[in-house]
């Protein structure tokens, strides 16, 4: 006997990104933000000047990497269960990418889901982390390896909150923006050579250009089957870096930074990038203080650790390399001894 549940239906996920001054946001329901001290002490106020809701409430973890875990999940749901939110409640992820990331899958798990919306205030979760319904956390195995696609209900996008960002954490942000420039538009590249990114329209100018790439590729690709994974240029060398240091000597977008001269190397050795244009690339990372290598310790320890990367399955590790600039390959036929190669020419640099 044979029972079958028919669930084929159409979800529309659909959701506008906003990019300007915050907007004021009205929900008729419980309001939950997420944010961290940091961000709080700058710009909790403008937020609440802005939200109109029956019941707000302010939940705040400590800012890091580190601190994305399951346990500070536990934490923040344990919190929304005290303020009795249900099902018809909102989360606001109010931050930078961390806890856009951790927003969206405390919200994805919550009453089995509930909706979010993101604010991000730093330049990375603007132009990257925000957009996609990507969440999770990290664990003692690698970076993201548990969470969910949860798509927010919106996005908004305000570059004032921009206006207290470090320079570091800026030059990150920047990081992710050339990520997609190589990879995708290269066009858009020549004018990241050409503009400097510290001046606020050329900045306007590249968050619009680079949310437009983000949006695309999420609409072509939402749960990474495929072209979504080019996103990750950079990611799975960094992400190896990111587990090494414990999530505490680099930010995210300085390890992408580094993990994009990385596959730029590999690229050139595999005949998919010429040196020039990889040192263009590396060229224009410089020019925002990013960091561009890495010592390697352990050749065989950081190669193994590729395996852990979502992308890669079984025996074969996923690696996304320019094809030149503007264009990208996702291939899984490198050989392990051309890795490894590439892998010692970063062994005992310094960084």
């Known amino acids: 006997?044979?029972?079958?549940?028919?669930?084929?239906?159409?979800?529309?996920?659909?959701?506008?990104?906003?990019?300007?001054?915050?907007?004021?946001?009205?929900?008729?329901?419980?309001v939950a933000i997420l944010t961290n001290p940091k961000v709080a002490g700058f710009h909790l106020q403008t937020l609440l000047s802005r939200l109109k809701a029956k019941e707000v409430y302010i939940i705040t973890i400590p800012d890091g990497e580190q601190y994305k875990t399951l346990e500070t999940i536990e934490f923040v749901l344990d919190r929304m269960f005290d303020h009795r939110l249900n099902r018809k409640s909102l989360l606001v992820a109010f931050g930078g990418g961390v806890i856009g990331d951790m927003g969206g899958f405390t919200a994805s798990l919550y009453n089995r889901g509930i909706d979010f919306i993101q604010i991000p205030t730093t330049l990375l979760s603007q132009v990257d982390a925000s957009v996609g319904g990507k969440t999770g956390v990290n664990n003692r195995f690698g970076k993201n390896l548990i969470g969910a696609f949860h798509q927010p209900r919106a996005v908004y996008i305000d570059p004032s909150f921009l206006k207290?960002?470090?320079?570091?954490?800026?030059?990150?942000?920047?990081?992710?923006?050339?990520?997609?420039?190589?990879?995708?538009?290269?066009?858009?590249?020549?004018?990241?050579?050409?503009?400097?990114?510290r001046e606020d329209d050329n900045l306007l100018i590249a968050i619009q250009k680079a949310v437009e790439t983000k949006a695309a590729v999420v609409e072509e690709d939402e749960k990474e089957q495929g072209l979504r994974a080019a996103l990750n240029y950079g990611h799975t060398f960094g992400h190896v870096i990111e587990n090494e240091t414990k999530y505490e000597t680099y930010l995210h977008g300085e390890s992408v930074a580094i993990g994009m001269v990385m596959a730029n190397t590999l690229a050139c050795e595999a005949g998919l990038m010429s040196h020039e244009?990889?040192?263009?690339?590396?060229?224009?990372?410089?020019r925002y203080d990013l960091p561009l290598t890495y010592p390697i310790q352990d050749v065989e320890k950081f190669y193994q650790t590729f395996f852990l990367d979502k992308k890669s399955a079984d025996s074969a590790i996923t690696f996304i390399l320019p094809r030149g600039?503007?264009?990208?390959?996702?291939?899984?036929?490198?050989?392990?001894?051309t890795v490894k190669k590439i892998l010692t020419m970063f062994q005992g640099v310094v960084a």
């Open 277 to 286: 244009e990889a040192l263009r690339v590396k060229a224009l990372l410089g």
């Open 1 to 30: 006997m044979t029972v079958s549940i028919n669930l084929k239906r159409i979800i529309d996920d659909s959701y506008s990104i906003q990019i300007g001054p915050l907007p004021e946001i009205t929900y008729d329901g419980k």
């Open 325 to 337: 600039i503007g264009g990208v390959e996702i291939t899984d036929n490198i050989e392990a001894s």
């Open 164 to 197: 207290t960002l470090p320079s570091r954490e800026f030059g990150a942000g920047v990081a992710e923006i050339v990520k997609m420039a190589v990879t995708f538009n290269a066009p858009f590249f020549e004018w990241l050579e050409q503009n400097d990114l």
